[in-house]
């Protein structure tokens, strides 16, 4: 796996696309918009509209709501061995669920810091 930087060095020599340009794009070279490295870049407000789409949005609520629907039942209860017994029967749901739900947030870039 290489780097980010590496990939648009690349992108630059082979293909004549620059990626996060800074001042005049070169003659002969396309501008191939702003790329962000994952988990660094921050996630702006527009990333999330532009991103979220009807089938991505339902599959984060659906996750998200498998890991509440969980820590609520695991919260409210206060008998340790019930507690256990919840854990049992459902954490393996819960952490799937959480699982999904970090996998589908990848998916879309929305890792990292979160700017306005």
């Known amino acids: 796996?290489?780097?980010?930087?590496?990939?648009?060095i690349c992108q630059s020599i082979f293909?004549?696309?620059v990626v996060n340009l800074k001042g005049e794009l070169p003659e002969g070279y396309a501008y191939?918009?702003?790329?962000?490295v994952q988990g660094?870049?921050?996630?702006?407000?527009?990333?999330?509209?532009?991103?979220v789409g009807l089938e991505s949005g339902?599959?984060?609520?659906?996750?998200a709501k498998g890991i509440t629907d969980f820590l609520i039942r695991l919260l409210a209860t206060k008998?340790?061995?019930?507690?256990?017994?919840?854990?049992r029967r459902s954490g393996g749901q819960f952490i799937l669920d959480g699982n999904h739900l970090?996998?589908?947030l990848d998916q879309l870039g929305m890792c990292g810091p979160?700017?306005?």
């Open 1 to 8: 796996m290489t780097s980010p930087a590496v990939d648009q």
């Open 15 to 17: 293909h004549r696309r």
């Open 32 to 36: 191939g918009a702003q790329a962000s």
């Open 40 to 51: 660094i870049t921050p996630v702006l407000s527009e990333d999330i509209v532009n991103r």
């Open 58 to 63: 339902r599959a984060l609520v659906e996750a």
């Open 79 to 87: 008998d340790e061995g019930e507690k256990l017994a919840i854990a």
């Open 102 to 104: 970090r996998s589908a």
């Open 114 to 116: 979160f700017d306005r």
